[in-house]
């Protein structure tokens, strides 16, 4: 049974619009119209919006604006040392202290964006390079499974990380198909399908109490690599990625490892980061850290990322300048 | 091609731009190309399996209207369903029959060892296989005569709007309006917009966010099942699949209606059903119908006796249920459903005046938390999975996080539940459908604005593509 305004009749066959059909046509051009507004408004003003709701997307925008400026040297001399990595890197080290303690010898800055994996890193660091900036050291901090995950951002991950180039490529590494790709290439040249996600994230942060610890809890991390065998193999394919990436441009890479409770066969990564001509920092063994020095069992507290940051401080000064510039 | 992602939109506005400038013949030709560009956008071997299978019917239908001998015709009908079902079956079931044999003959201490293949599920073949079924059984029946056509049939069993999840299109109502020159009608278009947009709403904006909740309470991302979190997954999930299925549903029919077809109404706010029948009437209405008029009637319906109808209602139901997955989550559901249709229609017989008995609002209320109990069981990755969720009815905990989930759910599932008190009351069949045309533009962008700021971020697979 169709409500009265269907245009057919109960077989389903046309019959006489009930209503004006120059008003319909009218109806059709200001939906259109107000359609194309409302698009075009997304386009030109999410990067705006965004920036003016998230905290966390000024510090990314700012980070990246300064990372794509580095240069290997300050102007007195000092090499440019660029970390980057997630939500591990920023709550595990503390980079304010990691700054001073470092600044006679190095600049070290940040970059970090959360929930990003291996991909997004890859290609991200790719882009970053094409794009003119060229530290002398990039610190990527992945856990052992993020390293060897093939989840990447997504839209965000499009539009910010990777370079229209490398789109086939990331559409294999990431193995997505037609439908998910086809996205990742309007998003590439999207503000609004980039940003959509994070928009929505901050409205709820706004309309919901107690947003973030929900989020925390059921956001989508996508699959975790638990099977050794595949992690370990995904890592012997990776690291000379990362070691290739190396060569070309020219600048010393280094994978980080942070802190976990459980085993994450980061040394078995490590033996293969040497094998691969990349170094892998295992600075705290796994499950060396206690549970009182995390915050939720994997990002670290206060008191953890003052120990770890400690470490990499050291490790920092005392080895950095043995690793093998690229070519 | 999912329905709510950037590509989809750019492949309908070339088809329908393309589609408007041809004439009839080459309208439904270039529909046909466009339905298996779709279709073949997922994997193109499924596109010859589909092929063939549309081709198999084609042919089995005509020589069906143009033999007399019933016992040819009988034959050929068979032989249709034979390779129809074959195909489903395999497909489809292939690896759950063999499974469960297993599980049986391994309880028994029988050693056994049966193959296991790697098979992938082509899109949409519960929907185009029950279609042909459809087709077939009405030329058997001579309710209509065959299409001689082949593109005209296989554009009805493709057309790209229903091909992956229905609505299952009656052989009746889809194929006289291929057969037949279609105007472009303003109104049907501009009804046809109005409904995409109220349908990504319901999928992008309802069922993608409370997707997150269910996920995270079937997860066990809220901790082991208790009270608080079994209510959280079951009205999630109930809220993410009728906002998913009837979004979809919308945006294929708003799809057609841009391209002058009209498909039938496929939910009727199922959640205001005041019994476990009414919730039938309203809920993936072209399947019940479908089961109704293929399988229970031709079972006996209610015609032999009140045991052959409770049998009839059983049988129906479990099949209905297997027809959504290869699982016993989904026969359990099904078998729940039949048997609340049964005990209905036991405790109702003859006596039509317990209907009124209660309240209406707390018969809705009631078969609404009957339904959400049978969504465990569609819900749940196994049998177990669905036990141990129910054994949170015995369980309390409380988390610091559970009162902003409750409200997530609320700001996502009230709107929706707002959406069909007014259909409801107005009768329209989407929101503003009676109103002039300025409420509807508003409306329209209303929900653009609303998915635009709240719509998930990222596209979610609709549930019953699987299917």
């Known amino acids: 049974m169709h409500s009265s305004t269907s245009s057919f009749d109960a077989g389903g066959l046309p019959v006489a619009a009930t209503r004006s059909t120059m008003t319909a046509r009218k109806g059709i051009i200001a939906l259109l119209l107000g359609l194309a507004v409302i698009l075009l408004g997304l386009e030109t003003a999410s990067p705006f919006i965004l920036t003016h709701l998230s905290r966390i997307e000024r510090r990314v925008e700012n980070e990246t604006r300064d990372a794509r400026a580095l240069g290997p040297f300050t102007a007195d001399g000092r090499p440019t040392v660029l970390l980057t990595g997630n939500s591990l890197l920023i709550e595990g080290v503390q980079m304010d202290a990691l700054h001073d303690t470092l600044a006679p010898q190095y600049e070290v800055s940040r970059l970090a964006i959360e929930q990003t994996h291996y991909l997004d890193w890859y290609f991200g660091i790719r882009r970053l390079l094409e794009q003119g900036s060229h530290p002398s050291v990039i610190i990527l901090s992945l856990a052992t499974d993020q390293l060897a995950s093939r989840f990447t951002l997504g839209e965000s991950f499009a539009h910010r990380q990777m370079s229209i180039r490398d789109f086939p490529l990331a559409v294999r590494e990431a193995n997505l198909d037609k439908t998910t790709a086809s996205t990742y290439l309007f998003a590439h040249w999207s503000n609004w399908l980039a940003d959509k996600g994070f928009i929505r994230q901050d409205v709820l942060i706004l309309l919901v109490p107690n947003f973030r610890d929900l989020a925390a809890r059921i956001a989508d991390h996508g699959p975790h690599v638990n099977d050794p065998s595949v992690l370990l193999r995904m890592a012997q394919q990776r690291l000379p990625e990362l070691h290739d990436l190396s060569e070309t441009y020219g600048v010393k890479i280094v994978l980080l490892v942070p802190p976990t409770l459980h085993q994450d066969h980061s040394q078995e990564v490590q033996e293969l980061g040497e094998n691969s001509g990349v170094p892998v920092w295992v600075l705290v063994s796994p499950g060396e850290f206690s549970r009182d020095l995390f915050r939720d069992g994997f990002h670290l507290n206060r008191q953890g990322s003052q120990i770890f940051t400690e470490r990499l401080a050291d490790q920092i000064r005392t080895k950095i300048g043995d690793i093998p510039p690229g070519k | ?467």
């Open chain 2, 1 to 467: 091609m999912l329905f709510d992602t950037p590509i989809f939109f750019v492949f309908l506005s070339v088809v329908v731009a393309v589609y408007w400038c041809l004439g009839f013949r080459n309208q439904n030709r270039f529909l046909l190309v466009a339905s298996y560009l779709f279709y073949g956008w997922w994997d193109w071997r499924f596109l010859c399996l589909m092929i063939a299978s549309t081709i198999i019917d084609y042919f089995i239908a005509i020589k069906i209207a143009d033999t007399k001998d019933p016992r040819i015709r009988r034959a050929l009908l068979v032989l249709s369903l034979v390779v129809n079902f074959s195909i489903l079956g395999f497909f489809k079931y292939f690896n759950f029959f063999a499974d469960s044999a297993f599980t049986a003959l391994s309880a028994l201490k029988i050693p056994a060892s049966l193959p296991f293949l790697r098979i992938i599920l082509p899109p949409g073949i519960s929907f185009y296989t029950f279609q042909e079924v459809a087709y077939i059984v009405d030329v058997y029946y001579e309710r209509l005569p065959p299409s001689r056509s082949f593109i005209d049939y296989g554009l009805f069993i493709t057309l790209f709007p229903h091909l992956i999840a229905g609505p299952i299109q009656r052989p009746s109502h889809l194929l006289p309006q291929v057969q037949k020159p279609r105007q472009w009608d303003s109104e049907k278009g501009f009804d046809g917009m109005l409904l995409i947009l109220e349908g990504l709403f319901r999928k992008c904006v309802i069922a993608d966010n409370c997707a997150l909740i269910a996920n995270a309470a079937f997860g066990g991302a809220f901790g082991r099942p208790t009270i608080p979190v079994l209510l959280l997954g079951t009205y999630a999930f109930a809220w993410q699949i009728y906002g998913d299925f009837s979004g979809y549903s919308d945006i294929a029919r708003g799809c057609a209606q841009l391209m002058g077809f009209h498909f039938m109404v496929n939910f009727r706010q199922p959640y205001l059903a005041d019994s476990i029948q009414d919730f039938w009437r309203r809920w993936h209405i072209s399947l019940s119908t479908w089961l109704r008029d293929y399988l229970y009637i031709p079972l006996g319906g209610n015609r032999f006796g009140e045991r052959k109808t409770y049998r009839n209602l059983m049988l129906t139901m479990l099949l209905g249920g297997l027809w959504h997955g290869a699982n016993w989550t989904f026969v359990v559901w099904g078998g729940l459903h039949g048997a609340g249709l049964a005990a209905e229609r036991k405790l109702t017989r003859g006596k039509p005046e317990t209907r009124g008995q209660l309240p209406r609002w707390i018969k809705r209320i009631l078969i609404f938390h009957f339904v959400c109990l049978t969504w465990i069981f569609f819900r749940a990755a196994s049998l177990r999975s669905a036990w141990e969720m129910l054994k949170g009815l015995g369980r309390w905990s409380w988390k610091p996080e559970f009162p902003a989930a409750f409200l997530f759910l609320a700001i996502f599932s009230i709107p929706l539940l707002l959406v069909d008190l007014y259909l409801e009351s107005s009768g329209d069949e989407y929101c503003f459908a009676s109103a002039t045309v300025q409420p509807r533009v508003a409306f329209g962008l209303a929900c653009a604005l609303v998915i635009a700021f709240l719509g998930a971020n990222q596209a979610n697979a609709f549930i019953y593509f699987q299917f």
